[in-house]
């Protein structure tokens, strides 16, 4: 397959490597909001431990939307490797620059998005 046109491939990998970089620091530094929530009574009341368990649910469900954005920006950066970059996964038509502009971790074009 040929290149994409009018796309910079460096930029787009320093891009999605940047991205890649910063999801996981917030990952590590968010890490214990997502540990099991104590639930000794003699140390935390129980809306304490209610609010704490909380803030542990929707920790764990932003890292998991995080883990979802990590997994397409690495699948991303595969098909650069591969030569496949900014071809629509579902249907090998060229994706248009200005989608992967928007978001460089798209593998669908806007009609097989949909």
């Not at 540990?35 to 140390?43: A, I």
Request: with cysteine.
């Amino acid at each position: 397959m040929a290149k994409p046109k009018k796309l910079d491939l460096g930029a787009i990998k320093a891009r999605l490597e940047q991205e890649r970089t910063t999801l996981l620091e917030i990952s590590s530094s968010t890490a214990v909001e997502r540990r099991p929530v104590e639930l000794d009574q003699q140390s935390v009341g129980r809306l304490s431990r209610m609010d704490a368990m909380q803030v542990q649910a929707m920790a764990q469900a932003v890292e998991a939307r995080r883990r979802g954005r990590l997994q397409r920006i690495d699948a991303a950066l595969k098909r650069l490797e591969a030569g496949d970059y900014g071809y629509c996964v579902s249907c090998d038509e060229e994706i248009p620059a200005k989608r992967l502009e928007v978001d460089p971790a798209t593998d669908r074009c806007i009609d097989c998005a949909g």
